[in-house]
T-cell receptor, first 118, second 113 residues
Framework: DGGITQSPKYLFRKEGQNVTLSCEQN?????MYWYRQDPGQGLRLIYY???????QKGDIAEGYSVSREKKESFPLTVTSAQKNPTAFYLC?????????????????FGPGTRLTVL | GQQLNQSPQSMFIQEGEDVSMNCTSS?????WLWYKQEPGEGPVLLIA?????ELTSNGRLTAQFGITRKDSFLNISASIPSDVGIYFC?????????????FGQGTRLTINP
């Protein structure tokens, strides 16, 4: 089955520790995204990548870092510089080279990782 | 930047009722996407709209692309308990196009059995 995998589902860390969230997709999509969602809130873009070895800051990139060494993987590191890291983190991907207008615009989401910093 | 405003922010209805929600913007969008997010899960794409005036259905869900290109509507007929969740509208950013989606704040739907 093709899809996006995020692991683990729940993650606990102590304050001051860096933590890396995993995102893997086997959809052969070029573009990948990381969003943050706080309780009762919408989605805020952290980082995105249109192609391997390239990525851009989103609206709330401070305190986060990413890498894109492989097409199928886009890990997000939440650093100790992020003031309020406890949140629900969502990864998404998009088919940049889609043959139709439909696939070019649509983003598909993973199941999310809930990070709690104690 | 562009913003999408969803209304209402929350809805409390009885099972079997019809639901209507909308998404508006001060700027034009050429695509409207409607997602549903169940508690603790990632959003799932329900309906995509690509043409002004377009009306598209997916089971009991019907969405419309407003003629002005500044709004979109989602209707759910005969609601059932599994319709519970947050419904988001989204569209491609005016400057960056499909590279970046703008999301509304969501409409939270609660259903009383």
């Amino acid at each position: 089955d093709g899809g996006i995998t995020q692991s683990p589902k729940y993650l606990f860390r102590k304050e001051g520790q860096n933590v890396t969230l995993s995102c893997e997709q086997n959809l052969n999509h070029d573009a990948m995204y990381w969003y943050r969602q706080d309780p009762g809130q919408g989605l805020r873009l952290i980082y995105y990548s249109q192609i391997v070895n390239d990525f851009q800051k989103g609206d709330i990139a401070e305190g986060y870092s990413v890498s894109r060494e492989k097409k199928e993987s886009f890990p997000l590191t939440v650093t100790s510089a992020q003031k309020n890291p406890t949140a629900f983190y969502l990864c998404a991907s998009r088919d940049v080279g889609g043959a139709t207008l439909r696939s070019y615009n649509e983003q598909f989401f993973g199941p999310g990782t809930r990070l709690t910093v104690l | 930047g562009q913003q999408l405003n969803q209304s209402p922010q929350s809805m409390f209805i009885q099972e079997g009722e019809d639901v209507s929600m909308n998404c508006t913007s001060s700027s034009i969008f050429n695509t409207w996407l409607w997602y549903k997010q169940e508690p603790g899960e990632g959003p799932v794409l329900l309906i995509a709209l690509y043409k002004a005036g377009e009306l598209t259905s997916n089971g009991r869900l019907t969405a419309q692309f407003g003629i002005t290109r500044k709004d979109s509507f989602l209707n759910i007929s005969a609601s059932i308990p599994s319709d519970v969740g947050i419904y988001f509208c989204a569209g491609p950013d005016l400057i960056q196009g499909a590279q970046k989606l703008v999301f509304g704040q969501g409409t939270r739907l609660t259903i009383n059995p």
